[in-house]
């Protein structure tokens, strides 16, 4: 059996975000994670996002965000649905890093003459950050895990979580959902 990203719990998220209020660019990494957490990207499609994705012509925040095929893992576009939790991230985000040139990466990187993070240094960030939060187990693919389960312990069917995932098949979609005690407490109050 293939070990798994951590799925991250509400405590899990929480210390994450209290950990980053204690670093550098906390803004920044706030949007980061709260980014993959809210929608279910992968890091590659989160690293290949530019402002023009992210603000219309009039430099207001979309609610739907559309991947193109080559940001996608699959090679086919998709809409990303911004919610007002991650609505209101943005907003900080983009009031505190007004973009001049809006083809510029969203994420931007403190390094000298790049054009913001790669899916590689995203991954690495990932996994200093969860380490400096005292996350164990948990990855790059935690937010994007926990985005998935979180949904389906709502009731969320299969079929729409694999399409916000981007997913093709179902059975892709049915290993990233984790179930826990309280879920399974849970169900069997049902009958």
């Known amino acids: 059996m293939t ?5 991250l719990t509400a405590q899990d998220l929480k210390r994450t975000l209290n950990y980053i209020s204690t670093m550098r660019h906390a803004a920044r990494n706030r949007l980061i994670v709260l980014l993959m957490y809210n929608t279910g990207m992968r890091v590659s499609e989160a690293a290949s996002l530019r402002f023009s994705d992210v603000l219309d012509d009039l430099g207001e925040i979309k609610r739907e965000i559309y ?12 809409a990303i649905f911004i919610n007002n939790q991650l609505y209101k991230e943005l907003q900080n985000y ?16 403190q390094k000298r003459n790049s054009d913001g993070f790669t899916p590689n240094t995203l991954c690495q960030y990932y996994h200093f950050l969860f380490k400096g ?16 389960t979180t949904l389906a312990s709502k009731g969320v069917g299969v079929r729409v979580l694999a399409s916000l995932a981007g997913h093709r098949s179902i059975q892709t979609t049915m290993v990233y959902i984790d179930a826990n005690d309280d879920q399974k407490r849970a169900a069997v109050e049902l009958i």
């Open 94 to 109: 983009i009031r505190l890093y007004k973009p001049v040139d809006l083809g510029r990466k969203l994420i931007y990187s």
């Open 3 to 7: 070990k798994r990203a951590k799925t």
């Open 133 to 148: 939060a005292c996350i164990d187990g948990a990855s790059s693919h935690s937010p994007r895990r926990s985005f998935i």
């Open 67 to 78: 991947l193109r095929p080559e940001q996608t893992k699959g090679g086919e576009g998709r």
